[in-house]
């Protein structure tokens, strides 16, 4: 049985779970979240707490159970707080910027990059070399966050890019000069 399926998870005051036909509805203050479960698991909720019951012992099952109560726990999560990503951009001249609903961005190329995020993510540019991704889907999040990262992957000789914030790039040595050398 799995250990991370044992755990209660606490819902919120204002947040509602539902399970029927094989569907997880989560409903709060942010938003609402559904998400389909397959394989032999129940969900039964008990007031304050829900509860992932797996119904036998397959390893298929065990690895399920697990599964869904993190994606439960994550949309109870995302429903009542959100998920933010941060990210930085590093360059000399780079910037990014929101023209209405869509960003911009300066990354080197030699046309400006737009990126039009994809419905229940909200972007934001506190300055021009930060990028805050935020929403009530987990994965979602993590995915766009990831989408931006592509655009130019931090290298590592000057650490130019999009990277996470404190995201650590590791620098390699630059070239050195063949004198001295025979």
Same mark, same amino acid.
């Given at each position: 049985?799995?250990?991370?399926?044992?755990?209660?998870? %606490?819902?919120? /005051?204002?947040?509602?779970?539902?399970?029927? +036909? $094989?569907?997880?509805?989560?409903?709060?203050? =942010? &938003?609402?979240?559904?998400?389909?479960?397959?394989?032999?698991?129940?969900?039964?909720?008990?007031?304050?707490?829900?509860?992932?019951?797996?119904?036998?012992?397959?390893?298929?099952?065990?690895?399920?159970?697990?599964?869904?109560? %993190?994606?439960? /726990?994550?949309?109870?999560?995302?429903?009542? +707080? $959100?998920?933010?990503?941060?990210?930085?951009? =590093? &360059?000399?001249?780079?910037?990014?910027?929101?023209?209405?609903?869509?960003?911009?961005?300066?990354?080197?190329?030699?046309?400006?990059?737009?990126?039009?995020?994809?419905?229940?993510?909200?972007?934001?540019?506190?300055?021009?070399?930060?990028?805050?991704?935020?929403?009530?889907?987990?994965?979602?999040? $993590?995915?766009?966050?990831?989408?931006?990262?592509?655009?130019?992957?931090?290298?590592?000789?000057?650490?130019?890019?999009?990277?996470?914030?404190?995201?650590?790039?590791?620098?390699?040595?630059?070239?050195?000069?063949?004198?001295?050398?025979?």
């Amino acid at each position: 049985m799995s250990r991370i399926g044992k755990k209660v998870i %606490a819902v919120p /005051a204002g947040v509602t779970v539902a399970f029927e +036909e $094989g569907v997880i509805t989560v409903k709060g203050p =942010k &938003g609402e979240l559904c998400r389909e479960v397959k394989g032999n698991i129940d969900i039964k909720n008990e007031g304050a707490e829900v509860h992932v019951v797996a119904l036998d012992e397959q390893k298929q099952t065990n690895a399920l159970h697990g599964l869904y109560r %993190a994606l439960l /726990a994550d949309m109870v999560k995302g429903v009542s +707080e $959100g998920f933010t990503k941060s990210l930085e951009i =590093k &360059g000399v001249g780079w910037k990014g910027a929101m023209q209405g609903n869509k960003l911009v961005m300066n990354i080197g190329y030699s046309h400006p990059v737009d990126f039009v995020p994809p419905e229940g993510i909200k972007l934001e540019c506190p300055s021009q070399t930060e990028i805050v991704v935020s929403g009530i889907d987990k994965v979602l999040v $993590g995915q766009v966050a990831a989408d931006l990262r592509a655009f130019r992957i931090p290298e590592p000789y000057h650490g130019y890019g999009i990277r996470y914030k404190g995201e650590h790039v590791e620098h390699k040595e630059g070239k050195t000069s063949g004198k001295g050398k025979k």
